[in-house]
């Protein structure tokens, strides 16, 4: 079982920046994908974007390329989002999830909420 914790979440202005990160813990992680998710009030959850542990191959949603940053610090079990050139509509609820297969297999953690003024 893999635990999850997201934090670095806040309040921010429109062309800001902010670095969540997500703690991992639990066992090894070699085979894992981790990912960040992100849900808006009224929306679906949607793919933000993911890293594979061991490789490091990495994926981003078409809306937050260019912008955003996924990285893994592997010693520490960690998982960073750097998010740059924030804007309103990237507002949301932001979920660090890890998988072997299918997300929805997966674990999940608690979301950090992300707030971007206009």
């Known amino acids: 079982q893999v635990q999850l914790v997201e934090s670095g979440g806040g309040l921010v202005q429109a062309g800001g920046s902010l670095r969540l990160s997500c703690a991992a813990s639990?066992?090894?992680?070699?085979?894992?994908?981790m990912g960040w998710f992100r849900q808006a009030p009224g929306k679906e959850r949607e793919f933000v974007a993911a890293?594979?542990?061991?490789?490091?191959?990495?994926n981003y949603a078409d809306s937050v390329k260019g912008r955003f940053i996924i990285s893994r610090e592997y010693a520490k079990k960690l998982v960073y989002l750097q998010m740059n050139s924030l804007k309103p509509e990237d507002t949301a609820v932001y979920y660090c999830a890890a998988t072997l297969s299918a997300w929805s297999n997966g674990s999940w953690g608690q979301g950090t909420q992300v707030t971007v003024s206009s």
């Open positions: 890293i594979n542990w061991s490789s490091g191959n990495i």
């Open positions: 639990g066992r090894t992680f070699g085979s894992y994908a």
